[in-house]
Nanobody, 121 residues
Framework: QVQLVESGGGLVQAGGSLRLSCAAS????????MGWFRQAPGKEREVVAG????????TYGDFVKGRFTISRDATKNTVYLQMNSLEPEDTAAYSCAAARGTEWTAPWGYWGQGTQVTVSP
């Protein structure tokens, strides 16, 4: 089993930045693709960003528009999401997930509980 714990969420003004962390324990996330997802009230969950096992390949939701950066640190078994130029529309619960394979096209097998991000106008 992989346990994932997110942190770094909070309240920020529009235009501000936050850095989310996803710390893994239990089985390692080395060799697994990782992703960040978000879900706002009344909306479906959407993909924010994904990173493959090596960190060499990343993908982002269309709405990101260059504002966010996903990264991973194998030595810390942690994945990060740097979010800049935040907008009120980014308000949501953000969760990380670990895939069952090396690329983000693999099924997502493990999920964290999420961290709330609220962006005020």
């Amino acid at each position: 089993q992989v346990q994932l714990v997110e942190s770094g969420g909070g309240l920020v003004q529009a235009g501000g930045s936050l850095r989310l962390s996803c710390a893994a324990s239990g089985r390692t996330i080395v060799g697994r693709a990782m992703g960040w997802f978000r879900q706002a009230p009344g909306k479906e969950r959407e993909v924010v960003a994904g990173i493959n096992w090596s960190g060499a390949s990343t993908t982002y939701g269309d709405f990101v528009k260059g504002r966010f950066t996903i990264s991973r640190d194998a030595t810390k078994n942690t994945v990060y999401l740097q979010m800049n130029s935040l907008e009120p529309e980014d308000t949501a619960a953000y969760s990380c997930a670990a895939a069952r394979g090396t690329e983000w096209t693999a099924p997502w097998g493990y999920w964290g509980q999420g961290t709330q991000v609220t962006v005020s106008p």
